[in-house]
């Protein structure tokens, strides 16, 4: 079945430095999602991508879909201590409407 | 609007019990999904419903269940509960399709067997 990597486990940072996690599917994405869950909360919705190749930008957050729809990225640039929390994404592949999580990549800002 | 609420927030169980959540849609959502989701691990999908018919189920096994109400509300079944579904189990519902198939979760369940 479909696999969803996501690189690091964990990120430590000092504020102001930037971050980026990696996400890598086994099998070529329809669309990917990403989501943040704060420390006791749920995950919310970010953004979603679905063109090869699609960058997005949310303020600090830098959104990128691979040209081969298998692989995304999430950057941002100087982190926030409001930034905390764990990011992860989330494929669909083509047909299905049900998404794969992977693993997340915590992100701890070091004030 | 009213986003996705779910009850109870705690359970404390003992393994082998059987136990009941219920979730209740965000406003004009008529698909409810369930996760699972362990501590250190992304949400793993349990099953969808839509229109009160399963329309997807993930690698769970059949003491899993649930059921869709009219109102489109949410319950889901674990019976003979063991020590690993200790869990925080997600509800998440999406509106009728817009092109975008984003969750929209709820707090969860933390449910905790002994």
């Known amino acids: 079945g479909q696999q969803v990597m996501q690189i690091p486990q964990y990120q430590h940072v000092q504020e102001g430095e930037d971050f980026t996690t990696y996400c890598n599917s086994s099998t070529t994405l329809s669309n990917i999602q990403w989501y943040k869950q704060r420390p006791g909360g749920h995950p919310v919705f970010l953004i979603q991508l679905v063109k090869s190749g699609e960058v997005k930008k949310q303020k600090r957050l830098t959104f990128q879909f691979g040209e081969a729809k298998k692989n995304s990225s999430l950057h941002i640039t100087a982190t926030q201590t409001t930034d905390v929390g764990t990011y992860f994404c989330?494929?669909?592949?083509?047909?299905?409407?049900?998404?794969?999580f992977g693993r997340g990549t915590s992100l701890i800002v070091h004030p | 609007e009213t986003g996705v609420t779910q009850s109870p927030t705690h359970l404390i169980k003992t393994r082998g019990q059987q136990v009941t959540l219920r979730c209740s849609s965000q406003?004009?959502?008529?698909?409810v999904s369930w996760y699972q989701q362990a501590l250190g691990q992304g949400p793993q999908f349990i099953f969808q419903y839509y229109r009160e018919e399963e329309n997807g189920r993930g690698n769970f096994p059949p003491r899993f269940s649930g059921l869709q109400f009219p109102n489109y509300s949410s319950e889901l079944n674990v019976n003979a509960l063991e020590l690993d579904d200790s869990a925080l189990y997600l509800c998440?519902?999406?509106?009728?399709?817009?092109?975008?198939?984003?969750?929209?979760f709820g707090p969860g369940t933390r449910l905790t067997v002994t």
């Open positions: 989330a494929g669909l592949a083509g047909g299905s409407y049900i998404p794969t």
């Open positions: 406003s004009g959502h008529n698909t």
């Open positions: 998440a519902s999406s509106p009728p399709f817009s092109g975008e198939s984003r969750q929209y």
